[in-house]
């Protein structure tokens, strides 16, 4: 594991390395024991089991010491998943990811019903796929972040706020595009495309930019 400076680390990095240690914490609780009864899973075990120092899995799973040092590479994650049977992307999913996935879900039925949603998912080319979702999160009024105008709109203080706030909406564009774009990706025909596009769409409208 490398070890970087809490200084040099992005908010991201920080986020994640406590999603890490979160989510190992989690699922070491009931990894463990037989068929008949699940157990917490010991750090002797895992360590049995994938190669990984005790030391390196004592500090991936204490919070305080992942978002400050923490910071496992590919071979690391992807062996704790093999050990763990789950897909290496949970282990890096936040707080803020699971909100936004199950917020999108939630929200899935309505958006499906989008009369824009299937028109233009099966008129659209394969290149410009992804703007469908952001017209899907401007048609739900997810996106974009509007500016109330004020009686003093040409002060310098307003015209910061529009600033912000065009800052922002430049960022969940990308967010948007970028998330609609890896769900599509995932899709098989159809039914599912418009599942994807929708699920896309709301997950990256629901990015919170740091």
């Known amino acids: 594991m490398n070890v970087r400076s809490a200084r040099k680390r992005t908010k991201l990095t920080a986020r994640t390395s406590e999603a890490i240690a979160q989510n190992l914490t989690a699922v070491l609780e009931v990894a463990g024991g037989d068929a008949h009864q ?5 750090v002797a ?5 994938t190669g990984i120092s005790k030391s390196t899995l004592f500090k991936l799973a204490d919070q305080k ?21 789950i ?24 958006a499906v019903k989008s009369p824009q949603l299937h028109a233009l998912t099966g008129k659209t080319s394969r290149v410009g796929m992804a703007e469908v ?8 009024t997810l996106y974009p972040e509007s500016v109330p105008k004020l009686a003093d709109s040409d002060s310098p203080e307003y015209r ?13 564009r990308r967010a948007i595009l ?4 890896l769900m599509q990706d995932q899709a ?20 919170k930019p740091n």
Do not use: V
């Open 133 to 140: 979702g952001l017209r899907l999160a401007e048609g739900l």
């Open 87 to 110: 897909p290496p992307g949970l282990l890096l999913m936040s707080k803020d990811d699971w909100s936004a996935l199950l917020g999108a879900l939630a929200g899935l039925s309505m």
């Open 38 to 42: 699940s157990r917490a899973l010991p």
């Open 160 to 172: 910061a706020l529009e600033r912000e706030a065009a800052d922002r909406n430049e960022r969940t």
């Open 65 to 85: 010491s992942a978002r400050e040092y923490g910071n496992p590479d590919l071979e690391t994650l992807c062996r704790l998943a093999e050990a763990l049977k």
């Open 178 to 181: 970028s998330t609609t774009a």
């Open 188 to 207: 098989r025909n159809q039914k599912t495309l418009e599942f994807c596009t929708a699920i896309g769409a709301m997950m990256g409208a629901a990015f």
């Open 45 to 49: 075990q895992l360590h049995a089991e």
